[in-house]
């Protein structure tokens, strides 16, 4: 009876086991392989004298793509709401640090921008002075990148600014991993309480809140009392 159990056992470790091992030893041949391809495409290259081109920092991608004054591949532009309005979303991924646009448009004097009667403003200091980036006439994507406060889920982006050839330029870059399909957001910075949405979102959250404390009283008073 026991020698028959024996056989049984080794029989479904024989089914089972068989072919994971075949499994492992056929991934680990192919491992193997791919790297002896991996190592014989490197020594052709090397031979016929073909160079890889390094990946360029994040820096000096946002110099390239500042300096031809278009927007990279891998972003596109959609309706997010009538609320909202258009949004910037990632149609492919991007690791933390990666350069991602540019805000940019007409640099205008603090004067120049009084005047102006939409949103689509960027001010800095600059050399002593305050200098506004106008992007209402620029169908570029920086002006549609939208609001999330810093170190909140949304926020997946910081803006830097740079100098290229002694020109200022206000490039925005990866603050965490973005995936496909994720809006672009950062910190427009202004805690004045100008940014009409953040208030709306206080106060909806305001509401929330108390129309939670009311359940929670109301829900207490009907509660029997223990006799």
């Known amino acids: 009876m026991f020698q028959s159990y024996k056989i049984i056992i080794g029989k479904i470790t024989g089914i089972i086991f068989l072919p994971l091992l075949k499994f492992v030893k056929n991934v680990h041949l192919y491992c193997r392989m791919a790297g002896y391809l991996s190592r014989g495409k490197r020594a052709v290259e090397e031979a016929l004298g073909v160079t890889r081109k390094p990946r360029l920092s994040p820096v000096q991608s946002a110099r390239k793509w500042c300096g031809k004054a278009t927007d990279q591949e891998g972003l596109e532009r959609h309706f997010v709401s009538e609320n909202i309005g258009f949004g910037v979303f ?8 990666d350069f991602l646009l540019e805000y940019c448009g007409t640099h205008c004097t603090p004067e120049e921008a009084d005047r102006t009667n939409h949103n689509y403003l ?4 600059y050399a002593g002075k305050y200098i506004w980036i ?3 006439q620029t169908d570029r994507l920086g002006r549609f990148v939208n609001d999330a406060k810093e170190n909140t889920i949304g926020c997946n982006s910081k803006q830097k600014l740079l100098f290229f050839e002694g020109v200022p330029h206000i490039c925005l870059f ?25 208030n709306q979102l206080l106060s909806t959250m305001t509401i929330q809140m108390v129309l939670m404390m009311m359940m929670m009283i109301l829900l207490m008073l009907k509660k029997p009392k223990q006799r």
């Open 174 to 198: 990866a603050s965490k991993t973005i995936h496909i399909g994720d809006e672009i957001r950062y910190d427009y910075g202004d805690d004045s309480g100008n940014l009409f949405w953040r």
């Open 134 to 136: 106008d992007a209402f």
């Open 90 to 97: 990632a149609t492919k991924p991007f690791e933390k640090g």
């Open 122 to 125: 960027f001010g800095f200091k």
